[in-house]
């Protein structure tokens, strides 16, 4: 790290003028093609600008399907808006382009060029839509928890569990967090520190119920059709007539497919989340407790950089399971993947550990990109419940195929380095 420092320029004017050119590119596509993709703030300004104190307003039929964390941003987001929804959507996406060009000066001053650049390219291959969700910040959350993995161990199980507050999907950065060692106990106490006090001030503000409802939400939704498991229902639909399956706007403000065969697909969905589950317990027995039992394996009680990359890989090969397990995968979701993956392949690429490197940039640049080929660019053609497009459904098949290789060759190379953790550790 120390040696990137050194080599790095006084003035990252390369970096500067792509960050500033690509997000300019962004802003003009969104004006040019894209304005519909605001809708969503529009939405949440409906939502809370009569609501605007958190904690200490009444939320309880407030956007029921985010958790209160979410709900109590998005009310700090309305105290510039002058209660305008106009003004609202303006200052949303103002604050989120500030957070990621934050991210990618960060990144440069405290972890190297190559994070930077691959955390601008990433930016740049999701599109406008970056800044008019809020799913980059619980991202945000977990990039600043890698990074201080080791470094300040409690701090970054603090800022998971403030993560997973906002959106639930941070807390699968804890698994391959957790073990023996000293750092894995003081990331796992502060998480549940963090999120004890969370959950009491939810809890105690608006109820047990309300703290709940994301869940139930979830659970009770359908197959959206931009998930892995719909896709050969999309596929499908471009021979089988009026009789096969359909694109609906359903309830949950989102398009699912409807059909004979959705239920089989669905259940394929909710055993495929199972597996993540028994994914996530392999992960805890190699790392955070170094395979014991295998033979040569001994409990990991001093964590090095073998360990960090097994964490970083195990993440990410974690967060591409749910999406590829997820019934309700939405455009947004890519952005989960940029923490683990940014981090990942730029301590990989400073380390004798390079194998992975080019295949996951390769795999990840291909997933997030299709991503914003499908929506907005192309979206119409996957929602027409009359003519449904080819080559909008080629680009999905495409972006998932993508997504389903990044999980195989993540997992692959994170089951690689985990099994090394344990090997030649100190003795119990």
């Known amino acids: 790290m120390l040696g990137c420092a050194a080599r790095r320029p006084r003035r990252p004017g390369w970096l500067i003028g792509c960050w500033l050119l690509t997000r300019a590119t962004m802003l003009c596509l969104f004006l040019a093609l894209a304005t519909f993709i605001r809708n969503d703030v529009v939405y949440y300004a409906d939502s809370v600008l009569t609501r605007p104190w958190p904690i200490l307003d009444d939320i309880r039929g407030v956007l029921t399907e985010y958790p209160t964390g979410s709900v109590w941003f998005l009310q700090l987001v309305s105290w510039s808006s002058a209660r305008d929804t106009d003004a ?10 500030a957070l990621d060009a ?12 190559t994070a930077a650049w691959l955390w601008a390219g990433a930016g740049a291959l999701l599109g406008p839509l970056l800044w008019f969700r809020f799913d980059l910040v619980p991202a945000l959350c977990v990039l600043a928890a890698l990074y201080w993995l080791r470094r300040r161990p409690a701090l970054a199980g603090a800022l998971l569990a403030v993560g997973a507050g906002l959106k639930l999907w941070p807390a699968l950065l804890l698994v391959p ?26 809890v105690a503000s608006q109820g047990l119920a309300r703290t709940l409802s994301p869940l139930g939400y979830q659970s009770q939704r359908g ?23 359909h694109v609906e706007y359903s309830q949950f403000q989102a398009y699912e497919i409807f059909g004979s065969s959705v239920g ?22 190699l790392i955070g407790l170094g395979g014991v039992g295998l033979p040569g394996h001994r409990l990991p009680l001093v964590e090095d950089d073998r360990h960090e990359h097994a964490i970083l890989l195990a993440g990410l090969a974690l967060v591409c399971a749910f999406l590829v397990a997820d019934k309700t995968l939405s455009p947004q979701y890519l952005t989960w993947i940029f923490g683990p993956l940014v981090l990942a392949i730029a301590r990989l690429a400073h380390s004798r550990q390079r194998a ?49 290789a990044l999980t195989a060759y993540s997992l692959a190379q994170a089951l690689r380095l985990s099994m090394r953790v344990g090997v030649g550790t100190a003795p119990q």
Request: aromatic share 10%; hydrophobic share 55%; glycine share 10%.
């Open 88 to 97: 609202y959507v303006l200052v949303f996406a103002l604050l989120l382009a």
């Open 102 to 113: 934050l991210a990618a000066a960060a990144l440069y001053l405290f972890e190297s060029r």
């Open 177 to 202: 967090m957790v073990g023996v060692s000293a750092p894995a106990r003081r990331r796992m106490l502060g998480f549940g520190i963090t999120g004890l006090v969370l959950t009491t001030i939810s």
């Open 223 to 245: 197959l959206q059709i931009e998930s892995v498991w719909a896709t050969p229902l999309m596929v499908s639909r471009l021979w089988s007539g009026s009789g096969g399956p």
């Open 264 to 285: 089989a697909w669905e259940r394929g969905a909710s055993v495929s989340t199972v597996l993540v589950v028994l994914l996530a317990a392999i992960f805890v027995w």
């Open 356 to 404: 992975p490197v080019p295949w996951l940039a390769v795999l990840g640049a291909a997933t997030i990109g299709l991503t914003q080929l499908i929506y907005p660019l192309s979206y119409g053609g996957l929602v027409s419940s009359v003519d449904p497009n080819a080559g909008s459904t080629l680009l999905l098949a495409l972006r998932n195929g993508a997504l389903i």
